[in-house]
């Protein structure tokens, strides 16, 4: 069965340069959501949208922007990158999030380095 | 915010069974999620509750009693490649659905 993809797997940047992180969620999937997990540490959500829109913002910080396409990959564009940006970054999707139980599925993940 | 709370580690013995407890304090409790996570992967769905009772699916079950604020997870005839971290989720209303982690467990099997 088809699962998230997420490009790249991994991503090595310097302070204050951009990076951009693709998601690509399951097919007929409406709602994606972007985590980001520091090391160590749990998974915080940064933002999600449903059928192209924003849904919700979390702990997302204001360098940080992200869209949902009419294909409905989104994409997670990071400026002005810090030390403190370096996490795993996941992408989750899921069907019909008014449906109980509404599991997520996660992406393998973005592993960004910031040097 | 919501206060989720996890023990940190735990160790078991294969074979064994192995309860992992999760309280959390939360307005708009919207249902409660058991991932498993292994270093440097991505979290997988284990199981959800929203009812209080237990649900069971092979050898995880989870339990949640909204009153207390309280859920576990509970794991049978464990294996060696249960050794994972296992994170306590909750989902809130009129938060995107979004899901507020708690901090994890890592568990440790010994042969």
């Known amino acids: 069965a088809a699962g998230v993809i997420q490009s790249p797997r991994h991503l090595i940047k310097e302070k204050r340069e951009t990076a951009t992180l693709k998601c690509y969620p399951i097919p007929r999937h409406d709602t994606v959501y972007w985590y980001q997990q520091g090391p160590g540490q749990d998974p915080q959500f940064l933002i999600s949208?449903?059928?192209?829109?924003?849904?919700d913002k979390g702990s997302i910080p204001d360098r940080f922007s992200a869209q949902q396409f009419s294909d409905y990959h989104s994409e997670l564009n990071m400026s002005s990158l810090e030390l403190g940006d370096s996490a795993l970054y996941f992408c989750a999707s899921s069907l019909d999030r008014d449906r109980d139980g509404n599991e997520q599925f996660f992406g393998p993940g973005t592993r960004l380095t910031v040097l | 915010g919501q206060n989720i709370d996890q023990p940190t580690e735990m160790t078991a013995t294969e074979g064994a069974i192995v309860q992992i407890n999760c309280t959390y304090q939360t307005s708009g409790f919207n249902g409660l999620f058991w991932y498993q996570q292994h270093a440097g992967e991505a979290p997988t769905f284990l199981s959800y509750n929203v009812l209080d009772g237990l649900e069971e699916k092979g050898r995880f079950s989870s339990f949640l009693s909204r009153s207390k604020g309280y859920s576990y997870l509970l794991l049978k005839e464990l294996q060696m490649k249960d050794s994972a971290s296992y994170l306590c989720?909750?989902?809130?209303?009129?938060?995107?659905?979004?899901?507020?982690f708690g901090k994890g467990t890592s568990l440790l099997v010994t042969p």
């Open positions: 949208f449903y059928e192209k829109m924003q849904s």
């Open positions: 989720a909750v989902r809130v209303e009129n938060s995107g659905y979004a899901l507020n």
